[in-house]
C-alpha cells in the first residue's frame, strides 16, 4: 500500500508512536506530597472535630444523667409539699410536741431535698408572671383577667424544673385571657413612615 502511495506521488504516511509526555519525577513527588499532606490535615481536623464532640457528649452525659432521677425525685418533694400544705395552720401552733416536730422535720426534709436537687443542677422554671413559653410552661385553664397582658402566667398550679437548658418538667399554670396582648420587647415599630 506504501509503494502505490509512493508510484502515485503521494507522500507515504509514517506510523509514530504517539509522544507521551515524560512525567517529572520531582513534580510528581510533590503532587503526591501535596495530596499526602492534605490528607494528614484533614485526618487531624476529623479528629479534632471527633475530640470536640466527645467532649461535648461526655459534659452532656454528666450534665444529664441523674435527669430520671431528679424527675422521679420531684414527685417525692411535691408529695412533702402537699403535706405541709394541708396541715392547718392551728396544727402548726396549738399542736403537741410530737406534732411540731413532725411539722419541722418534714419541712427540713423537703428543703434538703430542694437542696440537693439544686446542688445538682435542677433549678425551678420561673413562670409567675411570665409570659407563656410553651417549652417550659403547661397551660392548664385560662383566667379572665382584663388587667394583665394576654398570655401573662397568672398562677401556678406545679412548680416546673429544669435542668441544664433541658425542662424535666414543664410548669402547670394558668394564663390571662382578655388583656391587651403582649407586645414583642425587641420589635420596636416605626411609626414615621
Keep these: 500500500m506504501s509503494d502505490e ?45 471527633l475530640r470536640k464532640r466527645t467532649e461535648r457528649d461526655v459534659a452532656d452525659t454528666r450534665s444529664y444523667a441523674i435527669a430520671g432521677f431528679a ?16 396541715l392547718p395552720p392551728e396544727a402548726r401552733e396549738s399542736g403537741d410536741a410530737t406534732t411540731k416536730s413532725l411539722i419541722e422535720g418534714i419541712e427540713m426534709t423537703e428543703r434538703e431535698m430542694q437542696r440537693l436537687l439544686a446542688k445538682h443542677g435542677v433549678k ?22 382584663p388587667s394583665r397582658p394576654e398570655g401573662t402566667v397568672v398562677q401556678v398550679v406545679q412548680a416546673g424544673f429544669a435542668i441544664g437548658d ?8 394558668g394564663v390571662a385571657k382578655g388583656g391587651p396582648s403582649h407586645a414583642p420587647a425587641d420589635e420596636t415599630v416605626d411609626k414615621s413612615v
Design 124 to 145: 425551678p422554671i420561673e413562670a409567675e408572671g411570665q409570659k407563656f413559653d410553651p417549652h417550659k410552661h403547661q397551660a392548664m385553664f385560662e383566667v379572665p383577667d
Design 5 to 49: 502511495n509512493a508510484a502515485n506521488g503521494e507522500t507515504p504516511e509514517v506510523e509514530t508512536p504517539e509522544a507521551t509526555p515524560e512525567i517529572d519525577p520531582i513534580e510528581a513527588l510533590r503532587a503526591e506530597n501535596a495530596e499526602l499532606k492534605d490528607r494528614v490535615l484533614r485526618t487531624i481536623a476529623e479528629m479534632e472535630n
Design 71 to 86: 424527675r422521679d425525685m420531684l414527685s417525692a418533694t411535691d408529695a412533702l409539699s402537699r403535706a405541709l400544705l394541708v
Design 166 to 173: 433541658r425542662v424535666l418538667r414543664p410548669a402547670m399554670v
